[in-house]
């Protein structure tokens, strides 16, 4: 079986300034002072590791303690690339602190969602992690460059690529749901995206653009997993997009991303975190300067104050997000930005005010909702059942049905968790009603779709 080249211990040598031969001699004089004389190590012995051998012991000690020696500071066997069995359990959890600690987590967290590990597949949503590793992000110190010195040169076509690739995979994914696709822009990742993060040469410019590329692409298999309800998988990646963020330098696609992990802790019944996170989100708003961006992390604090049962702080932070989407030129801010609109913003609205039990405010602004771009089948059904939720709420027990029936109807044609819980929510909202024929039909068709 080929081996993969040991690219950390490479790294490790070339910022030690170490030479095959000075690395040899160095193990055998370390080896000596530990009472371990006589190991005859020589070039030929780094040479066999580098290109994946793993060496027997005490070798992988000595390396640890040579590279520490020589670079002032700890380094175990991760760092060696010689970790110790399969990926650790909490893989992805954490925020790395440099750019090739970085490229080898999210690396390994790709590679072991390809092969469908079983600790990655049972992996639930940890607050802890997204805690520590999304908060604290901001006050890090910042790290050496991102730039590498591998075998393969890396250039504008692959990133552009990467960029396309991102384009296309998220308009299948508006349309049809992130699980007819994950796995493809998952293997695409570790295929195509890997080996230019591992094998790549590339100055501080180009890497921070494919860093930033990498995050976007790496962001969305997360949101992805997200909507097929995958919370510990999606959490993982979202955390690592984060990290790619930062290695690119790019405090407002940071903040988009915190932006979707507080959106996802509110979905799964987390208020206070999903606050956290928000108000982090803010921070890299402003940081930015994307009023858009400003606007939805405000309108997903107000949805955590909806949630929180605060009708005055949720009041406020929609008073404040309306202030900053006012705020905006569209002309001059990211791609990734410009789903945020009025149609988004009103159905965020909608979602706080559903939350709070107001009917009317949420009909209202779900209505203005549906007044958004076609291309976006999920957003529309998701919107659409918040209109159905605010007529229930409101007493139009019939026409909630029918608005239903066209949530429904899209919910058909996606591969999406989401789309089912919604589906199942409209349900129990109907319960009370159950004895009124529209209602009885629609739950027959929801039980089609979501088996009780």
Not at 55 to 66: F, M, R, T
Not at 135 to 162: F, H, N, Q, T, Y
Not at 397 to 405: F, L, M, R, Y
Not at 408 to 428: E, F, K, N, P, V
Request: charged content about 25%; proline content about 4%; some cysteine.
């Amino acid at each position: 079986m080929q081996r993969e080249p040991n690219r950390l211990l490479s790294r490790l040598m070339a910022e030690a300034g170490l030479t095959r031969k000075e690395l040899a001699r160095k193990l055998n004089d370390l080896g000596a002072a530990w009472g371990l004389p006589g190991l005859g190590y020589d070039h030929s012995s780094i040479g066999r590791w580098l290109s994946g051998r793993r060496p027997k012991d005490p070798a992988p000690d000595l390396l640890a303690g040579v590279f520490a020696r020589r670079l002032g500071r700890v380094v175990d066997s991760e760092d060696l690339g010689l970790p110790t069995g399969s990926p650790p359990l909490d893989l992805g959890h954490g925020i790395t602190h440099t750019w090739h600690e970085g490229v080898a987590t999210v690396t390994a967290l790709w590679r072991a969602d390809v092969e469908r590990r079983k600790f990655l597949l049972d992996s639930t949503f940890v607050i802890g992690a997204g805690s520590i590793g999304a908060l604290k992000w901001p006050i890090l110190p910042m790290e050496a460059r991102p730039v590498a010195g591998g075998s393969r040169m890396v250039g504008k076509a692959d990133i552009a690529a990467i960029r396309e690739v991102t384009r296309s995979f998220g308009e299948l994914d508006n349309r049809f749901g992130g699980g007819r696709i994950r796995s493809a822009v998952v293997k695409y990742l570790d295929t195509a995206v890997a080996p230019l993060l591992n094998d790549g040469s590339y100055a501080e410019a180009t890497g921070k653009e494919l860093a930033s590329a990498a995050a976007e692409l790496t962001r969305l298999a997360g949101w992805m997993a997200y909507d097929l309800e995958h919370h510990g998988v999606a959490q993982r990646y979202l955390i690592q997009a984060l990290r790619l963020a930062r290695g690119a330098g790019d405090h407002g696609f940071s903040g988009e991303i915190l932006a979707g992990m507080s959106h996802q802790a509110t979905y799964i019944g987390q208020p206070a975190h999903a606050l956290d996170l928000a108000r982090a989100a803010q921070l890299s708003a402003r940081r930015a300067g994307i009023f858009s961006l400003l606007a939805e992390a405000f309108v997903l604090e107000a949805h955590a104050h909806a949630l929180l049962g605060d009708r005055t702080a949720c009041a406020e932070a929609l008073h404040r997000a309306e202030v900053a989407f006012d705020r905006r030129k569209t002309g001059d801010e990211p791609d990734w930005i410009t789903y945020f609109d009025e149609a988004y913003l009103s159905a965020k609205f909608a979602h706080c005010f559903r939350d709070l039990g107001d009917g009317p405010q949420a009909v209202r602004h779900a209505r203005r909702s549906l007044e958004m771009d076609g291309r976006f089948v999920r957003g529309r059904m998701f919107n659409l059942s918040l209109l159905a939720a605010g007529l229930v709420r409101s007493g139009e027990v019939e026409e909630a049905c029918a608005v239903a029936g066209e949530a429904l109807d899209l919910a058909g044609g996606l591969q999406s968790a989401r789309t089912r819980s919604y589906m199942t929510d409209l349900r129990d909202r109907l319960k009370p009603y159950a004895a009124e024929p529209a209602v009885a039909e629609l739950d027959r068709r929801i039980g089609e779709l979501v088996p009780a």
